[in-house]
């Protein structure tokens, strides 16, 4: 006898459980990057917070395509508890410039606290690539969040002129 058939019926888990269990156990067995886009994909399409851990330990894949489907899956999550590793993934200088920018738009999407001043914080950055503060400066100004003008306000007296450019237009696109 297996412990299921101890259990009542109202006590088994139910098939959208076994399914995430099965998702997620496949994800860390390293299957082919075939398979393990697929459960990415699914995890984050299913919706299900509890997918948010396993697809966080992702970010961490050698593979910079897994990485950016993990940050899609939590872009659809929106979790504050996803913020830290989507942080890293934004300031990390060797990683690929689509993968921050992914990572900038969850951020952005998430709007908390501690996102939005990550974001501003690399926006201000003058050492940063001023194609990733644009980008960044882009997705502060489409989700109008507050403090952005004085962000912008700064940005006006930044050393390269690119970054002034995109200061004035997206203070007259507010």
Do not use: H
Request: net charge positive; glycine share 4%; charged share 30%.
């Amino acid at each position: 006898m297996n412990a299921l058939e101890f259990q009542t019926e109202n006590e088994r888990p139910s098939p959208g459980e076994n399914e995430f269990r099965n998702l997620v156990r496949s994800l860390k067995e390293r299957n082919t990057q075939e398979e393990r886009t697929a459960i990415i994909i699914a995890l984050g399409k299913q919706g299900d917070p509890r997918a948010v851990e396993p697809l966080i330990e992702c970010l961490e894949d050698p593979d910079p395509s897994i990485r950016r489907l993990c940050i899609e899956a939590l872009y659809r999550l929106s979790s504050t508890r996803s913020v830290p590793a989507l942080v890293r993934r934004l300031n990390d200088r060797n990683e690929e410039w689509l993968t921050r920018t992914y990572a900038a738009e969850a951020l952005g999407r998430i709007g908390s606290a501690t996102a939005v001043e990550s974001l501003n914080k690399l926006l201000l950055d003058r050492n940063e690539d001023p194609f990733t503060r644009i980008y960044v400066m882009d997705v502060l100004c489409r989700n109008k969040f507050k403090g952005i003008v004085d962000v912008l306000m700064k940005c006006l007296r930044d050393a390269d002129p690119r970054i002034r450019k995109a200061a004035v237009k997206s203070l007259g696109s507010i």
